[in-house]
């Protein structure tokens, strides 16, 4: 939900009971003012009448008790009537029907004739004057939500601005990009506050990349110096005639140490690249002419198990991806199927639905589909395995989109490869 939603649904529903309330006391409110007009009404009406008593003007009189309005007898002079004022019904000729009035009685004294006076007025009725409230708050919230609304808007376009352009900016933020620039501060306190502190920390994680990059580099670089200079050692020592067949094994058991430790070296230092990102230029990689490819590099070992290897796929398919990647992603899982193969096995290659199918018999036991991702694990006691071919293969379709997934069915271990459009 967005934030502009969110606080005008908060205004509105706060802003409801305080409209409702104030509905409330304007009905009363109404009611009692209506209830003083009348009465001044009917007390200056009274007032009339005894002036029409007193000039003998009966014409005007007998149109007020026509229209039945007013009520004029004399009576005894000695007979007072308290004046009262209350609320009654009057049947209305017009109307057909009792209608909601306000009355006053009283008895005048004029020109030595006492009278009996009533008048009366009809009133708004308490279901009109409800019916009113009532529409004029419908009103008053419609009108409310339109303009919360439209003033929100206005206040998001004009206050959130450079709030909208820092979260671009964190958006296509990058470590490795070459244009770096820092965000600007603004006129508000709180977002020149926020933009401090992700330049701050964009700073950092600029810095931290390139001293993590640069240490990754060196040490491998480091790394495999010492470890080249080991296996020439070790190469020169096997090639000498006095060694005896026990110091024989101990060189050929540290030369194989050395290799896997040079793998390993190698290894890590690709997973630190596709994790900073530095394989930035893509391809569109056609899958079975790379396929064709990777066999034949690893033709010696598929022979030396004596593997069938079968290419079933009659249509092609494409990864969007960087070339030198989708080779290191293909070739792992092919290199994975034959190394936890067989003898006399089989490697089953496939396209079905947009995904890439690799299956190879091996173990009759389904693999942890979880931890078989992770680094250094390893559930063969093969001895060329390092235990990183399947961390990379997932560290890279990661970085391109790729889903990789692993399932074992029809005694077959099946790794699928599919990617998504970005």
């Given at each position: 939900m967005k934030l502009l939603t969110k606080t005008s649904r908060y205004y509105i529903l706060y802003t409801i009971p305080v409209i409702l309330f104030s509905a409330i006391f304007i009905y009363f409110f109404l009611l009692n003012e209506i209830g003083?007009?009348?009465?001044?009404?009917?007390?200056?009406?009274?007032?009339?009448?005894?002036?029409?008593?007193?000039?003998?003007?009966?014409?005007?009189?007998?149109?007020f008790e026509v229209n039945n309005e007013v009520y004029i007898k004399e009576i005894e002079?000695?007979?007072?009537?308290?004046?009262?004022?209350?609320?009654?019904l009057m049947y209305s000729e017009i109307e057909k029907e009792y209608i909601s009035s306000k009355m006053i009685e009283q008895n005048s004294i004029v020109k030595g004739k006492n009278y009996q006076i009533k008048v009366w007025k009809s009133t708004i009725e308490y279901d009109e004057l409800m019916e009113v409230v009532s529409v004029v708050f419908i009103i008053l919230l419609l009108l409310l939500f339109l303009v919360t609304a439209y003033i929100n808007s206005k206040i998001s376009k004009l206050i959130w601005t450079p709030f909208k352009n820092t979260l671009d900016y964190i958006k296509d933020f990058s470590v490795?990009?070459?244009?770096?620039?820092k965000l600007e501060s603004n006129e508000i306190t709180e977002f020149s506050e926020l933009n401090s502190s992700i330049n701050?920390?964009?700073?950092?994680?600029?810095?931290?990349?390139?001293?993590?990059?640069?240490?990754?580099?060196?040490?491998?670089?480091?790394?495999?110096?010492?470890?080249?200079?080991?296996?020439?050692?070790?190469?020169?020592?096997?090639?000498?005639?006095?060694?005896?067949?026990?110091?024989?094994?101990?060189?050929?058991?540290?030369?194989?140490?050395?290799?896997?430790?040079?793998?390993?070296?190698?290894?890590?230092?690709?997973?630190?690249?596709?994790?900073?990102?530095?394989?930035?230029?893509?391809?569109?990689?056609?899958?079975?002419?790379l396929i064709e490819k990777i066999k034949a590099i690893n033709e010696d070992f598929i022979l030396d198990k004596k593997l069938q290897f079968v290419c079933e796929p009659t249509e092609e398919l494409y990864f969007t991806i960087n070339s030198e990647l989708c080779f290191i992603l293909i070739n792992n899982l092919i290199q994975n199927a034959i190394r936890h193969n067989v003898k006399n096995g089989q490697i089953t290659i496939s396209i079905k639905d947009q995904a890439l199918l690799i299956s190879n018999t091996g173990s009759l036991e389904p693999l942890d589909e979880v931890s078989i991702f992770e680094r250094f694990e390893k559930k063969s006691s093969n001895v060329n395995s390092i235990g990183l071919g399947l961390a990379i293969v997932k560290e890279i379709a990661e970085a391109n989109s790729i889903t990789v997934l692993y399932k074992y069915e029809d005694n077959e271990h099946v790794f699928s490869l599919s990617q998504f459009k970005r």
């Open positions: 003083e007009s009348n009465e001044s009404i009917l007390l200056t009406r009274v007032k009339v009448i005894e002036n029409y008593i007193a000039k003998g003007n009966t014409t005007v009189l007998n149109v002079k000695d007979r007072i009537i308290p004046q009262t004022i209350k609320d009654t490795n990009t070459t244009d770096y620039k701050h920390m964009t700073s950092k994680m600029i810095s931290d990349y390139k001293n993590q990059k640069k240490f990754a580099e060196n040490a491998s670089h480091e790394f495999q110096t010492p470890l080249a200079i080991i296996t020439g050692k070790i190469d020169l020592l096997l090639q000498e005639n006095s060694l005896n067949e026990e110091t024989m094994k101990l060189l050929v058991s540290i030369e194989e140490a050395t290799s896997r430790l040079s793998r390993i070296n190698k290894s890590l230092l690709l997973l630190s690249k596709i994790e900073n990102q530095q394989y930035e230029k893509t391809d569109t990689v056609a899958l079975l002419p």
